[in-house]
Structure formats: C-alpha cells, structure tokens
C-alpha cells in the first residue's frame, strides 16, 4: 500500500512541476478524498451530487479538471476490484499520506493502518459484546477506521436493515478535522448505499469538536450527544500525540476548568483521553485506546497511572515494543490498553508482549495474537512508590532485586547525578537558516564546531575556551571515548564576554541565539550558551551514561569531558561511603540492565537511564 501511494505522491508532484507549479498539499488532499470518493460512489451509477458535501472544489478551475483527469487513472487502479471496506481504508491512508509530514507531527495526527486499527478493533470487540444496539464512540475518529470496523464486524451478516441502520445510528465520533469527518460519513453511507441501495442512508452522529473541550462545567461531547450521559457501550480510540513540552497552547485549557483537578504538566495530550474515558464510563463501558506506552513508566504519568489503579479494571494490555504500527512517527511505541471501570479488586490482567521489530505487517499481529499472554493481579501490576506498570521477572530475578533493596541504599543517597548541558544552538539547522536569511551554510557549528572551525578560531586567548565536545555514543563500558572530533565554545555564566574571535564567529548567528528563550527573558546575555551547568562537573572524575540504551553502559573518565543533555553524569558526594569505582561496575552488569528493564523507565526496547530512575536504582550491597 505505502509503494502506491508513493508512486501517486510522485505523479502529483510530476504533474505540478510540468505546470510550473508548487504542489499545495492540503489542496491536493482534498483532491484525493474528491476524486477518490467519487469514483467510489459512482461504481452503482449513483449520481454524483448525491455525495454528502464531501468537498469543496478549492482548485482554480483551469487546474482542476486537468488535475482530476491525471489522477483518474491511478484512482482506478488504486480502488477496483476490492470489497468496500478494503476501498474505505485506502481512502482513509490517502488522507494522511497527503498531509503534509509537518502538519502530522505538530498535530499528532497519525491514521491507523488498517490491518493495526483491525487487530484494535477485534480484541475491543472481544470484551463488548453487546445483545443489542449500544452507544460507542471514538473521540478522535479521523477518518473513521474504527467505526467503520465496529460497523463492519456487527453487521455484515444482518440482512435486515433496520438493524443495521440501528447500529449506524449508535456510532458517535468526533474530530478537529471537518475533512476527516466527511470521509468518515461517506464510509457509512457508501457501505449503505451498496447493501440497500434503495433505501435512505442512515446518519451516523459525528460532530467536528475537540474532544477534551468543555463548557459550563461539562464536557462539549456530553452536550452534543446527551445520551452519553446515560449510557456509553464502547469507547474505542487512537487519540492524537502530542507532548507539551513543545505544545504548550494546547495545554493551556487543560490547566483551569473541567480537567484542572487532573492538570499534572510534562505530559501528552494523549493522559487527557484516558481520564475522558473515566468521564465516560458506565458501569457496562468498556474502553480500548492506543496510545505510546512511555505513560507505563513516564514520571509525568505517575498521577494517571494511580488514576488506572484506584478506578478501573485492566483487562489486557498490549505493549508492542519495537513493531512500528504507525511508519511516519518515527521513535513511536505502541501500547493497547482495555479497561472497564473497576468491578472486582482481584482482577486478573491479561499481558502480551510482541517481539518482533520493523514496520508492522499482518503476520506479526498474528504472531501476537498466538504468543502466551502473562497474567497478572491488578494489585501487584503497579509497582513501587510511582506505580510503574513495569514486566514482570523471573522469580530468580525477583530474589536479586530484592538484594538489591536490602541494603536500602540508592545512587541519589551516594552520589551527585547531573545531566549534559544544553547550548540552544549546537549547529545550524537549514530550517533556521532559511528562517533568519543567515549567510553561513546549513550544518555549520554555532557553539559546537568541528576539527576545521576550531583551527580557525584556536589562538592563544580562545584555548580556555574550546572544551572537546562528545555524544553519548562515544560512551563505552567501563571507558568512554577520548578523541574528540569536535569542540565547544564553552561560555558559562561565570566566564564573562568571550573574546573577540569568538565573538565575531557567534555574531553570524545572533538571530538565532536572541531567538532562545533564556535571552528573550533576559536571564543571559545573547552570547552564552542555554544552561552550560556548573564547570566542575565536565572536568572532574566521573561516571557518564547515555540518556537511552539497550543495556546498562557506564564509563569512568577523571579527563575533561563535555556532552549534551542526553548525557548523565554521576559525581562523588561529600561524605559518600561509596566510590565511582565501586558503582562502575554494577552498572555495567546485566542485573543492573534487568533492574531497569523490570522496574526503570523504558521507551520501547531501550531503558531511560534519566535523573529519577538512577537516583531511585538500589545500590547493590558490595
């Protein structure tokens, strides 16, 4: 599927550049679903104008008939022969493989493919099993998979359609993207249109809303369908990704009104979706959302997670560890969690773990579905003082953890942990450059340069000022790397104003240092570097980790040593019983690596060795 849409990505854009044209894509999006969803409906010779509004032509139209014409043909061949639901999904792929890949990640927006929205809605469906007609919804439907599916599952053996229509009618969705709405309803009237073709469609309840926002103290889906309020069969939903840490707008209204009391800050947007769940839920409701799995071991999660605790029943979770369900969010991890509303304080959790790795494909979900799920009780699935919901270990694996507990001793007790140092401006980026018309080529070295750029500005006066610059690849067990390739203009806040050669050389980009926020508060002049950290702690001797890996790896240098933020540094403390020496090697040992994996921060196979997870790692009895 993804080669297609290449090849009709690539005949898009052939077409523009033999018009002199610059594709835009949001215009040529819409283009898809037009032309896509007229073709469709017009297979049973239906009239055209008898399309629910799907589009309006925003083409000029000396453009668009051409256009429509040049995409008919790939269209055809894209769609024909297929049954209705498989043509839907294909429809559905167009409308994100035609956004444009920034406006997907600033807004999260990332479909579900079709065979991993199958898979989600199947396993929903085995909890729900509803006897008759129920209310479900999904609150980010997109362009309507999920629904579709439930729809698809629940009556294509009916053949009376006024049962089918009840079902259609119990489908509630919304969405900020009235575009994705329409192909959403378009779905459920082609599927009418080709079982009873005579009769009236009928209407499924969509409504273009933000599904978190509120109003007078309730929430906005509450008010558009006050059913809801009463009774709710199914929640089902890939809710969007949205961190705040770069978002913060979209935060904003979370931090008053309606959602305040579950406010926590450096979370995701995505936390909100499962407290709409909770808002939801009835006692006969049971919710399924894919989400990323970081909120199974996040610190910002830690609130949620005691929500999931005190209030529901986990039913199954899915982590899908490196299978990439969504191809375009890159370093995304998968998490499908099913929960009700708690019912029995020693329920039993059903656990499966894929695996497999790569771009998802049918046979790893079906290897999936076949693996031996673990069971667990919901009282022991939330582990230690923040609730890491963390995979359980060998019973073997237990006892040494328990060792390691025993002496109730941590590395925060012991020792000084400190991150990498942040410039704001490592290297030019061409985005930056674009933006501030800067003369310097793209990927010059701003505060960190490499071996040309520090010869140039090397002289007598510059030397206490270039420090050798590494990356977290440059740590290896027991001994980091010592040949450098780089170097950093180290300006820290006790330095003063550098000399003139440095200088001269940040004065090419002071557009983007003025840019960074610490200079537009006035906290640091334009030319030191972002949070350069205390001098000390790059010279001295110490223990670097990088901030992600597969195994524990540590190193010990007493070399000056200088590294970004994805590096942890661990120093002596004052009056510490312990030395580097002693640590080093348990963290570089397999126990150690274990004990992260089991009860740590992770981010889909690798472990997060951040400040809290050291600071809170058991110090071995040694």
Not at 173 to 184: E, N
Not at 434 to 457: C, M, N, W
Request: glycine letters at 6%; aromatic letters at 12%.
């Amino acid at each position: 599927m993804a080669v297609i849409y290449k090849q009709l990505g690539k005949q898009i854009q052939d077409w523009f550049s033999s018009q002199g044209l610059s594709p835009d894509w949001q215009m040529i999006r819409q283009a898809l679903l037009q032309t896509g969803a007229q073709w469709l409906w017009n297979q049973k010779n239906q009239p055209t104008q008898a399309l629910p509004d799907l589009l309006k032509h925003t083409f000029h139209p000396s453009d668009q008939n051409q256009l429509l014409t040049e995409l008919a043909p790939i269209l055809t061949s894209l769609f024909a022969g297929k049954p209705v639901w498989e043509q839907l999904q294909i429809l559905a792929g167009l409308a994100e493989q035609a956004a444009p890949t920034e406006v997907r990640k600033v807004a999260g927006l990332y479909y579900t493919p079709p065979i991993v929205s199958d898979f989600v809605v199947d396993k929903a469906l085995s909890y729900w099993q509803p006897a008759q007609p129920s209310p479900f919804l999904d609150p980010a439907c997109g362009s309507g998979l999920f629904l579709w599916g439930v729809i698809a599952r629940l009556c294509d053996q009916e053949s009376e359609p006024e049962h089918v229509a009840a079902w259609i009618q119990m489908a509630h969705g919304s969405d900020i993207d009235a575009l994705a709405l329409k192909v959403t309803d378009f779905g459920f009237k082609l599927y009418w249109q080709r079982r009873f073709p005579e009769i009236t469609p009928p209407q499924a309840k969509l409504t273009q809303l933000n599904a978190l926002s509120f109003e007078n103290g309730q929430l906005s889906l509450q008010t558009v369908f006050p059913e809801l309020q009463h009774t709710l069969g199914l929640l089902i939903s890939n809710p969007p990704y949205v961190g705040e840490r770069s978002n913060k707008e979209l935060f904003d209204p979370l931090k008053t009104g309606y959602w305040a009391e579950h406010y926590r800050g450096r979370g995701d947007l995505y936390y909100f979706f499962f407290h709409l769940a909770l808002a939801l839920a009835k006692p006969e409701t049971f919710c399924a959302l894919l989400t990323p799995n970081y909120f199974l071991t996040a610190t910002a999660a830690q609130y949620l997670r005691s929500r999931l605790q005190d209030k529901t029943q986990l039913l199954e979770l899915i982590d899908f560890g490196d299978l990439r369900l969504f191809p375009a969010a890159h370093g995304h991890h998968s998490q499908l969690s099913i929960f009700a509303l708690k019912r029995s304080e020693k329920a039993q959790v059903k656990v499966l773990y894929s695996s497999d790795s790569g771009i998802v494909r049918p046979r790893d979900l079906q290897a999936l579905q076949q693996t031996q799920a673990e069971m667990y009780d919901q009282t022991s699935l939330f582990q230690g003082p923040q609730l890491l919901l963390s995979r359980k270990s060998e019973a073997s694996l237990e006892a040494q953890f328990a060792q390691m507990q025993a002496s109730g001793q941590t590395i925060g007790d012991q020792f000084l942990v400190r991150q990498g140092l942040v410039s704001g401006a490592d290297r030019l980026s061409p985005r930056l450059r674009e933006r501030y018309q800067l003369k310097p080529a793209a990927g010059s070295g701003i505060f960190v340069v490499d071996e040309t750029e520090y010869r140039h500005l090397f002289n007598p006066k510059t030397a206490d000022w270039l420090k050798p610059w590494f990356k977290n690849s440059d740590i290896k067990a027991h001994q980091p790397n010592l040949n450098n390739r780089h170097w950093l203009i180290y300006t820290h806040r006790t330095a003063g104003e550098p000399p003139q050669a440095l200088l001269q050389h940040l004065e090419r980009f002071r557009p983007v240092l003025e840019a960074r926020r610490e200079v537009q508060l006035g906290r640091i002049p334009w030319y030191q570097l972002q949070w350069p950290r205390e001098p000390e702690m790059f010279k001295g001797p110490k223990i670097l980790l990088p901030q992600r890996a597969r195994v524990g790896v540590a190193a010990y240098t007493d070399q000056p040593w200088y590294a970004s933020a994805d590096v942890y540094y661990i120093l002596p403390k004052p009056g510490s019983t312990w030395t580097l020496q002693q640590l080093l090697p348990l963290l570089n040992s397999e126990l150690y690596t274990q004990w992260w994996t089991h009860r740590g921060k992770r981010k889909g196979g690798l472990i997060e060795l951040y400040y809290q997870p050291l600071m809170a790692t058991p110090l071995l009895s040694v």
